[in-house]
């Protein structure tokens, strides 16, 4: 796997050569995002998630799950042992910031945006992770290289490379600079080592391959994404601009992936 990069804060643009913008906007999973956080994403004209369409319908569900059991997804996770449970109990000692939310809250809040018709009025979402024979062989390419002798050994030592992770992923995470409050900004960065600790252990039981293969399909249909945007765009002013939210962790490989000007894959609109 390639080495860690420095944890960004802010969103990165990359420009369509045939028209739009993409804006690839940094979050923490499971985090609610500072005011000052929010206020960078700046104006967009459509959403896309690297997310299977019936997200929503989870999110829907955990939104229930919270209303009769406050932090039932977050104890479930956290006794579930593993990576992801790690990440949980490190967040959940956080105590300057709201994290281990559920359902994930920028995400969701993003497509509140979307679909308010007050303001800039609804705007088209789309969910682009694909779901096709293409897909699914990398779905199954991937389950066989879990299953690997070298990953089952490994996960022996899962709590000492655990530890080295974080410290890595520590020395990359820094307090995002629009944050004035000193307590709230330390939270942050301390919330974005531990996702990215989760991230980057979770990348190193896949090839640098299978990581390639997934993010020119994802690059792809955010183009395609974008296209039909641009296409439905009525004011004439300016060109749209795709907002994208991107774990922190995992937006260099994506931009890194657009970069490479993979062709467009159409994607409708999944909500208007």
């Given at each position: 796997m390639m080495d860690s990069a420095p944890l960004s804060w802010s969103p990165i643009d990359w420009e369509d050569p045939c028209g739009g913008t993409i804006r690839l906007w940094p979050f923490i999973p499971n985090v609610v995002h500072t005011g000052a956080l929010r206020r960078t994403v700046g104006k967009w004209d459509g959403l896309a998630f690297l997310l299977p369409d019936d997200e929503s319908e989870i999110w829907d569900e955990q939104s229930e799950q919270e209303k009769s059991s406050p932090g039932i997804n977050r104890d479930s996770i956290a006794a579930s042992g593993g990576t992801l449970a790690r990440m949980m109990i490190g967040m959940s000692s956080i105590e300057s910031i709201q994290s281990c939310r559920f359902p994930d809250p920028e995400p969701r809040r993003l497509l509140s945006a979307a679909e308010s018709p007050s303001g800039t009025g609804c705007r088209p979402v789309f969910f682009v992770e694909p779901e096709d024979e293409e897909w699914t062989v990398w779905v199954e390419d991937c389950a066989d290289e879990m299953v690997r002798l070298r990953h089952l050994v490994r996960s022996i030592f899962s709590g000492r490379i655990w530890k080295k992770m974080l410290r890595a992923e520590m020395k990359n995470a820094s307090p995002p600079e629009c944050e004035r409050?000193?307590?709230?900004?330390?939270?942050?960065?301390?919330?974005?080592?531990?996702?990215?600790?989760?991230?980057?252990?979770?990348?190193?039981?896949?090839?640098?391959?299978?990581?390639?293969?997934?993010?020119?399909r994802l690059a792809s249909r955010l183009r395609g994404a974008l296209g039909t945007l641009y296409g439905e765009q009525i004011d004439g002013e300016g060109t749209p601009v795709l907002l994208v939210p991107v774990m922190q962790a995992w937006m260099p490989s994506i931009y890194s992936a657009l970069n490479e000007s993979p062709l467009p894959e159409h994607v409708g609109g999944e909500k208007e």
């Amino acid at each position: 796997m390639m080495d860690s990069a420095p944890l960004s804060w802010s969103p990165i643009d990359w420009e369509d050569p045939c028209g739009g913008t993409i804006r690839l906007w940094p979050f923490i999973p499971n985090v609610v995002h500072t005011g000052a956080l929010r206020r960078t994403v700046g104006k967009w004209d459509g959403l896309a998630f690297l997310l299977p369409d019936d997200e929503s319908e989870i999110w829907d569900e955990q939104s229930e799950q919270e209303k009769s059991s406050p932090g039932i997804n977050r104890d479930s996770i956290a006794a579930s042992g593993g990576t992801l449970a790690r990440m949980m109990i490190g967040m959940s000692s956080i105590e300057s910031i709201q994290s281990c939310r559920f359902p994930d809250p920028e995400p969701r809040r993003l497509l509140s945006a979307a679909e308010s018709p007050s303001g800039t009025g609804c705007r088209p979402v789309f969910f682009v992770e694909p779901e096709d024979e293409e897909w699914t062989v990398w779905v199954e390419d991937c389950a066989d290289e879990m299953v690997r002798l070298r990953h089952l050994v490994r996960s022996i030592f899962s709590g000492r490379i655990w530890k080295k992770m974080l410290r890595a992923e520590m020395k990359n995470a820094s307090p995002p600079e629009c944050e004035r409050d000193d307590s709230k900004a330390n939270g942050l960065a301390q919330a974005s080592a531990l996702a990215a600790a989760w991230w980057s252990r979770s990348e190193s039981v896949l090839t640098a391959e299978l990581c390639s293969r997934r993010d020119s399909r994802l690059a792809s249909r955010l183009r395609g994404a974008l296209g039909t945007l641009y296409g439905e765009q009525i004011d004439g002013e300016g060109t749209p601009v795709l907002l994208v939210p991107v774990m922190q962790a995992w937006m260099p490989s994506i931009y890194s992936a657009l970069n490479e000007s993979p062709l467009p894959e159409h994607v409708g609109g999944e909500k208007e």
